[in-house]
């Protein structure tokens, strides 16, 4: 039989049910994974191993007393979570120097309903402070780095959760996806990556999120793992059950179209070009029809976005004492989030519902559009912040303080992922290419497919249907 890491999700989650391998055995064989890898990876900030194998007893001694139809869904399943979201017992470091270190007194909301279905908490994964930014690279734990390439980032904000996926630290991981943050970090670790649609998700978290542009998501190595994880997440939904139907011929809209663009004019690189090239002969040969749409965008967004984008940053409760520890990124826009008039943020939040509705008018004359799922290739690590690493974590000293400049890269390199958060709905990115020329070779590459409301499952089809 394949090593445990090997199997995807949905082979797990059977072995687990029936008993061929103990919740114990899965536990431990995954923390086995992660004490080898990611002192390299840094994927993980915490571990907690002795919790895990606590939890994993009692999920063996649920499955000593129950038949497995009565077991929950996830049953021994082995997850981590994002250094953003409170885990009982454990700190929830919110990858910032700036505030205090302490356990969370409670599960937060993703984390309840996920311990509900089942799943065995690993640890908590690295993120960028306060999941501002499309890397995962802070100033209290080491950088994520990418499995295809160490040198590389695993993106962000969910780059920890993605590394460990790509890895096999992890069969499966919930992110949350409030700008590209599930999207952007399986592009770049060549996973299936889920951002659902606004309200398709009970366990959505959205404090200090006034545009409500966060929302929970599944990072997994295909579509099935991911429709498996979603249907922890919305209990009953059955999206693994949907998997088995080829949807219907679709009518497919390309664009390289971005709202960025105008004010961060970018350039999209070749292997995001092959990437896409390679998605458009995947669907039409599954039957689809893909052509050029003409989508146009307000260029007025990258102002209104930003601004509700960093609100919440700007009313985090950080002692003045402690503000110089964050980051020259965060430290910026915190500053101007707080200089921003009350009525500065409503007129962004208007403007927003008003882009909103043009958007979604125009992509509703397809059934799906299209797009790279980035613009550029994994970039390498501390190439946003342009900082040298010097060691574990990085130096306060060895920050450059250029956060406009970090912004615009970040826009750059993912200019197609934020609108989709603006309009609320849903979209998914699949690992089609790789820069080697064989999957698994050099890095990977992949492509954006967004849906109307509600059609997340329609999304997990098409990604199973090519392949993935």
């Known amino acids: 039989m394949a090593e445990l890491h090997e199997l995807g999700a949905v082979e797990l989650r059977d072995l687990l049910r029936r008993g061929a391998v103990s919740a114990g055995e899965a536990a431990a064989h995954f923390l086995a994974r992660i004490a080898d890898r990611n002192p390299l990876l840094g994927s993980f900030v915490t571990v907690t191993g002795e919790q895990a194998m606590a939890g994993a007893r009692e999920a063996d001694a649920l499955h000593s007393r129950s ?35 302490k356990p969370a007194p409670a599960d937060g909301q993703l984390v309840a309903v996920l311990k509900a279905a089942g799943v065995v908490s690993l640890g908590k994964t690295q993120v960028p402070e306060f999941g501002l930014t499309a890397y995962s690279e802070n100033r209290i734990a080491p950088p994520s780095r990418n499995p295809h390439a160490p040198s590389r980032s695993s993106g962000g904000s969910s780059g920890g959760s993605a590394a460990a996926v ?73 999206y693994l059950a949907a998997l088995g139907p080829d949807p219907r011929k679709l009518r497919i809209g390309l664009t390289l179209e971005s709202p ?65 520890l964050l980051a020259p990124l965060t430290r910026t826009f915190r500053r101007r989030a707080q200089q921003r008039s009350p009525a500065k943020l409503q007129e962004a939040l208007a403007f927003l519902r008003r882009f909103e509705h043009d958007t979604v008018t125009q992509y509703a004359q397809w059934d799906l559009m299209l797009m790279p799922a980035l613009a550029q290739t994994p970039r390498p690590v501390g190439w946003f912040t342009g900082t040298v690493h010097g060691g574990d974590r990085w130096p306060a000293a060895q920050w450059p303080g250029d956060a406009d400049g970090d912004y615009r890269k970040q826009c750059e390199y993912a200019p197609w992922s934020s609108m989709v958060n603006v309009c609320g709905l849903p979209a998914i990115t699949i690992p089609v290419h790789w820069t080697g020329g064989a999957p698994g070779q050099g890095l990977p590459m992949g492509i954006q497919l967004v849906g109307p409301a509600g059609s997340e499952s329609l999304l997990l089809q098409v990604a199973h249907q090519i392949g993935f």
Request: hydrophobic share 45%; with cysteine; charged share 15%.
């Open 260 to 324: 960025w663009a105008g004010t961060f004019p970018f350039t999209v690189e070749q292997e995001a070009l092959d990437a896409l090239h390679t998605g458009v002969e995947l669907l039409a040969r599954a039957g689809h029809v893909v052509a050029e749409a003409p989508v146009r965008y307000d260029n007025r967004y990258p102002d209104a976005f930003t601004t509700t984008w960093t609100a919440g940053v700007g009313s985090a409760r950080i002692s003045p004492t402690r503000e110089a």
């Open 67 to 101: 038949s497995a139809g009565d077991l929950p869904l996830l049953h021994g399943m082995p997850v981590a979570f994002k250094d953003l979201t409170d885990v009982a017992g454990v700190v929830t470091t919110h990858g910032s120097a700036a505030v205090d270190h």
């Open 166 to 238: 790509a890895a096999g630290l992890l069969p499966v991981a919930p992110g949350t996806d409030g700008g590209g943050s599930v999207r952007i970090p399986a592009a770049a670790c060549g996973l299936v990556g889920l951002k659902p649609g606004r309200g398709a998700m009970p366990a959505a978290e959205s404090q200090g999120d006034p545009a409500r542009l966060v929302v929970p998501g599944p990072l997994a190595r295909s579509a099935a793992d991911a429709a498996l994880l979603m249907d922890a997440m919305v209990p009953g939904a059955g």
